[in-house]
């Protein structure tokens, strides 16, 4: 085992590391039958700032009997939690932090396998790729979905719904009192989003590449089975330190392209498009936009869930989870399926869950999530309104004086990866004004990213971004802009190499987002860093360290 590098042998060193083990009431005594132990790390985002991670610890308890049941010794530890509502400017600035201080712990500690407990957002990315390069035995455990609550009547679909209930807001069709009172309503229970949101997309991803137990992506938060196998989870750990079982069996080829038609079929979030390309980076693979696009133009849309359908994560729940899903999509043409799965032959919309376009706006691509975009606007010309920052956005998006109309092409600029972090800010409320005329979608375009919980005709992640040089930083309002995302093209009609760019303003001098900005990589390539991906297959292989006095 990989453990024994530290605890094995008569010398000081071996010594000291045993009674350190002992001293914490862990017992791997040289020579006797507890040698034969592994060590099992328990990494857990659990924190009082991430509502959708803050049951974990329950979990992490459960994991904790599995392995001592197995014949394992586990150590748990806390790790970074991302909280995709607390965290500014976005957690995706903190996802590759995470990834790093879970690989290296996994480096610097004798730990023979992990399971790693999270929930929200940008946690199971980040351990998807540190478990990709540190590639020893691991299992993740995700923390489920939060029980919708009701609205006027309506079960609230988490993120989707105060989307458009703040339309309404501005609208005014939606009073102060009610607005108060959806605060309450949005305030109960901890959990993941409760739509196909990021974390339910992640979740769901994460088992498809057999990285957590079957049937335990899409379960509610707190939920008895949920500890149950918790609790299978760490007492399969231990199995597969025996058996050698190592995520670089499943992070294959052949494992992303599952992940891809499950992806498309589910109608799920454009960033797993972001976070699966950076998982697979690590093991040395490239999954190119052009891969998504021909995987969902031949995949339909089979989950009718928010926001593509009307859904939620309790209905796919109760349908039997991902495992339904695959049964579903196995079966053939006109198979019944339990609701919310649809036929292959009747999907829930016509259509791909997503397309890719590319063009003078655009050079290495961009992703629409077709599936939940308006038919009528996926071919669309019309005028730009640019705004070159999200403070320039939301205040001009209100004012009267606003030049636009439902023609127009509303273009939010610098949110990039290396310029803000790429927040999810590429849904853009539509103006005020055109709200009060019953205007309800029009064509966005962004450098930055949209939660999986949004909708609407947006072009995302244009690749390269604005704070590179990239051409959203030349468009200005009033440039015509060509939309038609069945033939794969957006452009603008002005000469934009002529015109110097609008850069966003660097407003970090220090500290984490310094480095972020110096190594990110852009969207297509998964938003890593330049330093973590192997460029070499000798690079593959995780560096393990020099074992002596610290």
């Known amino acids: 085992m990989r453990s024994e590098a530290w605890l094995a042998g008569d010398d000081e060193v071996a010594l000291n590391h045993r009674a350190a083990l002992r001293a914490a009431g862990f017992r791997r005594a040289r020579g006797s039958r507890s040698s034969s132990r592994p060590l099992i790390g328990i990494a857990c985002t659990a924190s009082d700032l991430n509502r959708c991670d803050r049951g974990l610890s ?179 750990i231990v199995g597969l330190v025996r058996d050698g079982v190592r995520p670089s069996s499943l992070l294959t080829a052949s494992g992303f392209e599952r992940a891809m038609t499950v992806l498309a079929a589910i109608g799920g979030s454009t960033n797993a498009i972001i976070h699966l390309c950076a998982v697979a980076g690590r093991r040395g693979l490239s999954l190119p936009l052009s891969s998504f696009a021909a995987v969902a133009a031949r995949t339909p849309v089979m989950l009718d869930v928010a926001p593509v359908g009307t859904g939620l994560m309790d209905d796919l729940a109760r349908a039997g989870g991902v495992p339904a899903v695959l049964n579903a999509l196995a079966a053939p043409a006109g198979a019944p399926v339990r609701w919310p799965l649809v036929s292959s032959s009747r999907p829930v919309t016509s259509r791909p869950a997503f397309m890719v376009v590319h063009g003078n706006l655009a050079p290495d691509g961009a992703v629409i999530k077709a599936a939940a975009a308006s038919s009528s606007l996926l071919r669309h010309r019309g005028p730009a309104v640019v705004f070159h920052s999200y403070e320039e956005m939301r205040a001009r998006i209100d004012d009267p004086a606003l030049d636009v109309t439902p023609d127009s092409v509303l273009a939010l600029a610098g949110c990039g990866p290396a310029g803000m972090a790429m927040p999810e800010w590429g849904n853009i409320p539509i103006p005020a004004k055109l709200l009060g005329q019953g205007v309800t979608d029009m064509v966005r375009i962004t450098d930055g990213r949209m939660s999986g919980t949004g909708f609407g005709t947006v072009v995302l992640h244009v690749a390269p971004e604005s704070a590179v040089g990239g051409p959203l930083s030349r468009l200005r309002d009033g440039d015509m802009v060509s939309l038609d995302a069945h033939e794969g093209s957006l452009s603008a009609s002005a000469d934009l190499a002529g015109r110097e760019p609008v850069l966003p303003v660097v407003r970090d001098r220090r500290g984490w987002p310094v480095l972020h900005r110096m190594h990110v990589l852009q969207a297509p390539e998964g938003c890593d860093y330049d330093f973590l991906r192997p460029r070499t297959p000798e690079e593959l292989t995780f560096a393990e360290p020099v074992i002596g006095r610290s």
């Open 58 to 236: 329950a979990l992490a308890a459960a994991v904790r009997r599995g392995v001592l049941a197995a014949g394992g010794l586990p150590l748990e530890f806390p790790v970074m939690s991302l909280s995709e509502d607390l965290m500014k400017p976005t957690a995706m600035l903190y996802r590759n932090l995470l990834a790093i201080e879970v690989e290296e712990t996994i480096r610097s500690q004798p730990l023979d396998a992990i399971v790693a407990l999270g929930n929200c957002d940008k946690t199971v990315p980040a351990y998807l790729m540190a478990l990709a390069s540190a590639d020893i035995p691991a299992l993740i455990v995700t923390g489920g979905y939060r029980v919708p609550a009701s609205f006027n009547g309506e079960r609230l679909g988490s993120g989707t719904a105060l989307w458009r209930l703040y339309d309404e807001r501005r609208a005014g069709s939606l009073s102060s009192g009610e607005w108060a009172r959806l605060e309450t309503c949005l305030g109960r229970g901890l959990g993941a989003c409760n739509t196909m949101g990021t974390a339910s997309t992640m979740a769901i991803m994460a088992e498809t590449l057999g990285m957590t137990l079957p049937g335990s992506a899409v379960l509610a938060s707190g939920s008895a089975v949920q500890l149950s196998l918790a609790e299978e989870a760490g007492r399969r």
